[in-house]
């Protein structure tokens, strides 16, 4: 009997990502092993792919660009983790293409329970003539939050059975995204929040794919229902702090202007700008979405922001001094 006959098939797609792959592990280390993981890849032959056929996934090739590679994909599948990556081609246009291909694909193939990453739309806070936030791509606020959160509505109007999982900053872009401590014009070690004051929701994006494997173990009680999740909410400043008892260099905190921190310069510099925007000018009603306490709850193993870096402090890039020549 093959492993997809023998028990439910949860299809992940992104199996190779952060979230993705952070479910593929919680699935696979189920004691009770109660699903079978499908890990959906655009390139089932890479290394990573590979390594998860190795650990006991079945590797299908899909690509959400492709509504017919979803729906051979979902065949038979009990459950899907479904999400989107603004980050690889910075077009919230077609992040709702895709979200459309997935919610028609899993509804012609019966899917039974899908959980969605999303986040809000923060035009339903502030709308386009709003002019708190500057308008991006003509249509959005935050381009990558806003895409998502509309596409919330095609898996209601396609009548998938759907958990609306919202995330929380991820702690790994302090090691992937370029998001930690830069030298500032005097050498020092700066943690840039763009938020003044404000917490900030946080979570280990391990910790998203487990939460996501104990919502597919729990079931039905879970579909129609939106549930956020952090692993902590932390000022700028506390996180400089935590960073400062890990990392060899002291480390300080910097809230530029949000207009400052979108004149950086680099791609999505203005929408995640408008992010931090809207999470300090919106932050009780964003905090309270994802209550850390609720979400221990649902995965007991949770990291707090202490427990990340004390696993991946040793992964989180310190830019070396630079030293003057003498002329």
Same mark, same amino acid.
Request: contains cysteine; charged residues 20%.
């Given at each position: 009997?093959?492993?997809? +006959? +023998?028990?439910?098939?949860?299809?992940?797609?992104?199996?190779?990502?952060?979230?993705?792959?952070?479910?593929?592990?919680? $699935?696979?280390?189920?004691?009770?092993?109660?699903?079978?993981?499908?890990?959906?890849?655009?390139?089932?032959?890479?290394?990573?792919?590979?390594? #998860?056929? *190795?650990?006991?996934?079945?590797?299908? *090739?899909?690509?959400?660009?492709?509504?017919?590679?979803?729906?051979?994909?979902?065949?038979? @599948?009990?459950?899907?983790?479904?999400?989107?990556?603004?980050?690889?081609?910075?077009?919230?246009?077609?992040?709702? *293409?895709?979200?459309?291909?997935?919610?028609?694909?899993?509804?012609? +193939?019966?899917?039974?329970?899908?959980?969605?990453?999303? $986040?809000?739309? %923060?035009?339903?806070?502030?709308?386009?003539? /709003?002019?708190?936030?500057?308008? #991006?791509?003509?249509?959005?606020?935050?381009?990558?939050?806003? =895409?998502?959160?509309?596409?919330?509505?095609?898996?209601?109007?396609?009548?998938?059975? %759907?958990?609306? $999982?919202?995330? @929380?900053?991820?702690?790994?872009?302090?090691?992937?995204?370029?998001?930690?401590?830069?030298?500032?014009?005097?050498?020092?070690?700066?943690?840039?929040?763009?938020?003044?004051?404000?917490?900030?929701?946080?979570?280990? =994006?391990?910790?998203?794919?487990?939460?996501? =494997?104990?919502?597919?173990?729990?079931?039905?009680?879970?579909?129609?229902?939106?549930?956020?999740?952090?692993?902590?909410? $932390?000022?700028?400043?506390?996180?400089?702090?935590?960073? +400062?008892?890990?990392?060899?260099?002291?480390? %300080?905190?910097?809230?530029?202007?949000?207009? /400052?921190?979108?004149?950086?310069?680099?791609?999505?510099? /203005?929408?995640?700008?408008?992010?931090?925007?809207?999470?300090?000018?919106?932050?009780?009603?964003?905090? =309270?979405?994802? /209550?850390? %306490?609720?979400?221990?709850?649902?995965?007991?193993?949770?990291?707090?922001?202490?427990?990340?870096?004390?696993?991946?402090?040793?992964?989180?890039?310190?830019?070396?001094?630079?030293?003057?020549?003498?002329?």
């Amino acid at each position: 009997m093959s492993q997809a +006959s +023998s028990r439910p098939v949860i299809s992940v797609i992104g199996a190779t990502g952060a979230q993705g792959g952070g479910l593929v592990r919680a $699935l696979l280390d189920d004691p009770a092993r109660r699903f079978a993981v499908r890990a959906l890849t655009r390139k089932p032959d890479s290394p990573a792919a590979r390594a #998860l056929a *190795a650990a006991g996934c079945e590797v299908v *090739a899909a690509d959400s660009d492709d509504r017919a590679s979803l729906e051979r994909a979902f065949r038979g @599948s009990h459950g899907v983790f479904a999400l989107t990556n603004f980050w690889e081609h910075f077009s919230p246009q077609r992040e709702l *293409a895709q979200a459309g291909h997935i919610a028609a694909a899993a509804r012609v +193939s019966g899917v039974a329970h899908l959980v969605w990453s999303t $986040l809000e739309d %923060t035009r339903l806070r502030v709308p386009l003539a /709003d002019p708190r936030l500057p308008t #991006l791509m003509e249509r959005y606020k935050v381009p990558h939050f806003d =895409a998502k959160g509309e596409a919330n509505g095609l898996f209601r109007e396609a009548g998938v059975p %759907t958990t609306f $999982l919202h995330t @929380s900053f991820y702690w790994d872009n302090l090691i992937h995204f370029g998001l930690g401590p830069q030298r500032n014009a005097d050498g020092e070690l700066v943690f840039t929040l763009p938020m003044d004051d404000a917490p900030l929701p946080g979570i280990a =994006a391990e910790d998203i794919g487990a939460c996501a =494997a104990a919502i597919f173990q729990q079931g039905g009680s879970w579909i129609g229902r939106s549930v956020g999740i952090a692993g902590e909410h $932390l000022t700028g400043a506390q996180m400089a702090a935590a960073l +400062s008892r890990v990392l060899p260099e002291p480390v %300080t905190h910097s809230s530029p202007s949000r207009a /400052d921190y979108a004149a950086l310069g680099f791609p999505g510099a /203005d929408d995640l700008a408008n992010m931090f925007a809207y999470k300090r000018d919106f932050n009780l009603e964003f905090r =309270a979405a994802r /209550d850390v %306490t609720a979400t221990r709850a649902l995965h007991p193993d949770l990291l707090d922001f202490a427990g990340f870096l004390r696993r991946y402090a040793g992964n989180i890039p310190v830019p070396p001094r630079v030293t003057a020549l003498a002329g």
